[in-house]
Structure formats: C-alpha cells, structure tokens
C-alpha cells in the first residue's frame, strides 16, 4: 500500500485499504486515476502548489510525475489527477493571474470508455447496449444474403 502508484498496461490503479462495511458495487466505481498533461503550461506555474491548484480544476491531484518535478521537459506538465468519470472530462482551465486570465488546454493520455446511461466501463452512451434496439431485422435483409449466394452459384456454374 506505501508502495505508491501501480500502473497496468501503461493505465495507473491505486490500491486503497478496505473497510469492515465495504460492499463491492461496480455500479458506484465513479472515481478512477488519469494522467492529465498540461501543454505549453508557463513555467511560473511549475511549483508543487501552483500545479496543484491547477489540477484541482480537473479532480483530485494524486502525483507529480518526476520530469515535470525536475522540469526536464517543459513542453507539458503531467499530473495524475483523480477524476470523477461519470461527469463530463474538463477540456479548458481557466487561470486568472494578476496580467488577466488565459485558458489552458487539458489532455488525458488515456480516455475510459464509460456509459453514463447504465453506469458501466467499457463502453460509451452511443454503444450502450441499453439504447441497441433488439427488433428483429427486416425482411429485406434476410433475403438479400439468399439472393447474394444463388448470383455466386449461378457464376459458379454449381
């Protein structure tokens, strides 16, 4: 558990220590860990509390990655950020400094497919299978494979 951050297929988990009442309901499994990078983010905003306060637009911030720590790449901040996935993903912050306010762009490394119509992983609103229809297929389309197979045997000679 002190270990820190575990990552799987490049996707980060975190392990949390379990209580007595705790019920497992993948129904209520709303808040997940993503890597957010911050491009072209002024380097004023660099520092541990700064960047902190700018991830807080986003969700919860967890960790700092090392390169954005040491600034041995400046072309992005990254941050691992703990985000509420049934709501809309924040695309823009805006930041107000004493010069005016400008908007930052936000980008996730990795996007999870979740449906906010059954509350589900794995999949988003427009392949819910919910919303599929479940009619049977018209009678058009149960022909046209038939026809398709005599046009082939008639070619074929068979």
Known sequence: MQAGL??????????????????????????????????????????TEALSKVASAVGKPLYTDRYTIEMNRISYARVLVEVDISQPLVEIVTLDTPHGSFQQDVNYEWRPKFCSDCLKFGHDNVECWAKVSHDPPADDFKKEPRRKRRAWRKRRNI
Not at 13 to 39: H, Q, R, Y
């Open 6 to 47: 575990y990552t799987y297929h490049n996707k980060p988990f975190m392990l949390k220590n379990g209580e007595a009442s705790f019920i497992f309901d993948t129904k209520c499994i709303t808040t997940i860990p993503l890597w957010v990078n911050f491009p072209s983010l002024p380097v004023g905003y660099w520092s």
